[in-house]
């Protein structure tokens, strides 16, 4: 089974990187083909000439189109994902998303910052009909405590972290069995009187 990252950061190292280094570690553990992809993978020019024959946005999109499921990790800035980010995201085919899983990272400095991937980066996401997206992992500066060399984490990120990546796995488990998405929820009964 094959999952995307896509770290969003226009700096690396980065703390947002980290987290994104840390699921693709886990990932490898279960056995999945991971793919990565990094901003400095695209020309800015293209990205701001809005390229869509850039041959590094036609690789993504072919990887995309086999992949169930993508994670993606971005610095959050004034309450926005970064517009590097932003821009390759409005790149993709309509469709890029199609039946595939999604897991939102963020980092940013403070914690008021965490509704930045629910306000912000889960429309973008939908309108590039993503399948199911999935709550996703804020971390504010103080909760990665070293992103230079080896990541390091305070233990409650870390454990948020693998929660939700255990969540990943199960849906892009389902998703590939053909089944409806892990967690919707069903639709209530109404009762007319």
Known sequence: ????????????????????EYAR???????????????????PEDL????????ALLALAEQLSCAAGIIIATPVYKTSFSGG???????????ALDEKVVLPLGSGRAIAHRSA????????????????????????????????????????????????LSLFLQAIQHQNKGSVPLYSSPVPH????
């Open 1 to 20: 089974m094959r999952v995307i990252t896509l770290a969003g950061s226009p700096g690396f190292p980065s703390r947002s990187s980290a987290l994104l």
């Open 117 to 164: 991937l629910a306000y912000t980066l889960k429309p973008v996401l939908n309108a590039l009909k993503a399948k199911e997206i999935l709550q996703g992992v804020f971390a504010d500066d103080s909760q990665v405590t070293e992103y230079q060399h080896k990541p390091l984490f305070t233990a409650d990120l870390k454990q948020r972290l693998d929660g939700s």
């Open 190 to 193: 109404i009762t007319v009187i």
């Open 25 to 43: 570690k886990q990932l490898s553990k279960s056995d999945i083909e991971v793919y990565h992809w990094h901003l400095q993978n695209f020309a």
């Open 85 to 95: 980010l932003k821009a390759l995201l409005g790149l993709l085919p309509e469709y």
């Open 48 to 55: 701001l000439s809005a390229r869509l024959d850039s041959p």
